[in-house]
Nanobody, 118 residues
């Protein structure tokens, strides 16, 4: 059974940093791209970035490029989202998800709330 569990959310001040974790189980870690998305209140879900199953390639949305970093630890089957220089507009529920190459995201976590205070 595939399971993705996010953690690390909470309250952070504007300009601060926070690191989210996505723990993956169910045998998909070595073959799936892991991505992060976020959904702010009243808005559509927004793609943040992803990392290849090898960890060699990453991709980021323009809105977070240079401030967010995605990494993965294959030994612990965990993907991280390091978020720096946060702004209040980035208050959202953050989700991790998994997909195979060329496919849409099939597996999703339950999300973790991140609140950025002014």
């Amino acid at each position: 059974q595939v399971q993705l569990v996010e953690s690390g959310g909470g309250l952070v001040q504007a300009g601060g940093s926070l690191r989210l974790s996505c723990a993956a189980s169910g045998g998909i870690f070595s073959s799936h791209v892991i991505g992060w998305s976020r959904q702010a209140p009243g808005k559509e879900r927004e793609f943040v970035g992803d990392i290849s199953w090898t960890g060699v390639s990453t991709y980021y949305a323009d809105s977070v490029k240079g401030r967010f970093t995605i990494s993965r630890d294959n030994a612990t089957t965990t993907v991280y989202l390091q978020m720096n220089s946060r702004n209040p507009g980035e208050t959202a529920v953050y989700y991790c998800a998994a997909r195979t190459n060329g496919r849409g995201y099939k597996y999703w976590g339950q999300g973790t709330q991140v609140t950025v205070s002014a």
